[in-house]
């Protein structure tokens, strides 16, 4: 906040990198360098899911729809 000047560039910055965002989503935009890490991080979180399924029922039923379980 010392810098207003600073502050309307980083909240240009955010808007931009949102926009860029929601471009990419509806665009389907592929990032195959990011696959591995995304695949890893579902299986890690379908195991805690799966452990949990009884407390965890929405989540449980939601992965299970979405075929990551």
Do not use: N
């Amino acid at each position: 906040m010392a810098d207003p000047a600073g502050m309307e560039e980083a909240l240009e910055k955010a808007f931009d990198l949102g926009r860029t965002l929601v471009r990419e989503i509806e665009g389907g935009t592929a990032h195959p360098e990011q696959e591995t890490i995304h695949r890893r991080m579902r299986e890690r979180f379908g195991r805690v899911i799966g452990a949990k399924k009884d407390e965890w029922t929405h989540e449980y039923d939601h992965w299970k729809r979405m075929g990551w379980l």
